[in-house]
């Protein structure tokens, strides 16, 4: 016996059989008529009842390789797409976001088909209802079956057959369950929900310090977002703070008069910050360290920026412009520039706004 094939799925029509309470269905494999030694539920939306036909064992491991080999497709796609709404993210930020959910609907949409086609076992379809078949009388129990093999043997052993009812929308693969209807839409659910959640939660930020003169200001993705005052001292609500979905993202400075003071392009990912400067040439930044599991210990300095510069910052900072610690400020001589040190348990960060090292 060969591999099982159920092309005879497109040439038979589907017949319908009474199958009383007491009665069980034969020992006949639906797939290719051989004798049947594996059980296998028929499809139901009736739990009041089960059905049971038998496979032989090459269809039932026909069946199960089926079941995997869906699984692993549709798990596929959903990965997939779920690639392509992260690299959306990624890579356009905020813009055309309307356009990025279309893209992302429709390539999910066609990976979970494509899924599906290509892993839908071809068997043949039963379904076991409960059919009402005229007024006033109770439901009977009918099976719709497209196998010639099983129908044969249900007409050979005398099974009452029900003859104009249409069957053929309702049947589903007799391995079919609730995982193969939905499975061609999960890639497009979980896709769209991660990129949701991407949205929502896989957020970055710009922080400006602007010192003048007179106020600039903000574009993000080419759309204005505020103007930023000039402050030119250091107090905690200086500067200006403003939030994003990671990815890359254009930003400027711009005056009131329309002239550029700073702009680039930078790829956010969640959790940095995007820190950019409009110094005095006598004020920098620098950005403060400490370890409080040991106190007394110095803190920690390093210079962030001077002049007009844009600083990324990859670890969160905890204090903006205010002192960890009473009266901190950088020793003398000052500092040499350090590349940026990286947060560790038991250390608390601050940027802070102080004069200039010596040169």
Avoid at 5 to 18: I, S
Avoid at 135 to 163: C, I, Y
Wanted: hydrophobic share 45%.
């Amino acid at each position: 016996m060969g591999e099982p094939d159920a092309r005879h799925d497109r040439h038979h029509k589907a017949a319908a059989f009474f199958i009383p309470e007491e009665r069980l269905l034969p020992p006949v494999c639906p797939q290719c008529g051989a004798a049947g030694s594996v059980p296998a539920l028929v499809p139901t939306q009736h739990a009041a009842r089960t059905l049971q036909v038998h496979l032989c064992d090459l269809c039932a491991a026909h069946a199960a390789r089926q079941a995997t080999l869906s699984f692993a497709w549709i798990t596929g796609a959903v990965v997939l797409s779920m690639s392509v709404a992260s690299a959306l993210t990624l890579g356009w930020g905020e813009r055309g976001r309307i356009l990025q959910f279309v893209v992302l609907l429709l390539i999910s949409l066609g990976l979970g088909r494509l899924a599906h086609a290509r892993s839908r076992a071809t068997s043949v379809r039963l379904s076991f209802v409960a059919l009402r078949v005229g007024p006033g009388k109770p439901d009977q129990h009918v099976l719709s079956s497209t196998s010639p093999w099983l129908n044969q043997a249900l007409v050979r052993l005398g099974f009452e057959q029900l003859d104009g009812v249409a069957h053929g929308p309702a049947q589903r693969a007799l391995t079919g369950n609730l995982w193969s209807r939905l499975a061609p839409a999960l890639p497009a659910v979980l896709s769209c929900a991660w990129w949701l959640a991407l949205h929502g939660l896989a957020r970055a930020s710009v922080y400006v310090v602007n010192m003048g003169p007179g106020p600039v200001i903000l574009l993000v993705d080419d759309r204005r977002h505020a103007m930023i005052s000039a402050t030119r001292f250091e107090q905690p609500n200086l500067g200006y703070h403003h939030e994003l979905v990671a990815g890359s993202h254009k930003v400027s400075l711009v005056t009131a008069s329309g002239q550029s003071v700073y702009s680039g392009e930078q790829r956010l990912l969640p959790g940095q910050t995007l820190l950019i400067t409009r110094m005095l040439p006598e004020s920098c930044l620098w950005q403060e360290r400490l370890d409080y599991e040991h106190p007394g210990s110095p803190s920690v300095w390093s210079l962030l920026a001077r002049s007009t510069q844009a600083v990324l910052l990859h670890q969160p900072v905890d204090a903006w412009f205010t002192p960890l610690r009473d009266g901190s400020t950088p020793p003398t001589p000052t500092p040499p520039s350090v590349p940026l040190a990286e947060a560790a348990a038991g250390t608390r960060l601050a940027v802070r706004l102080l004069s200039c090292p010596a040169p």
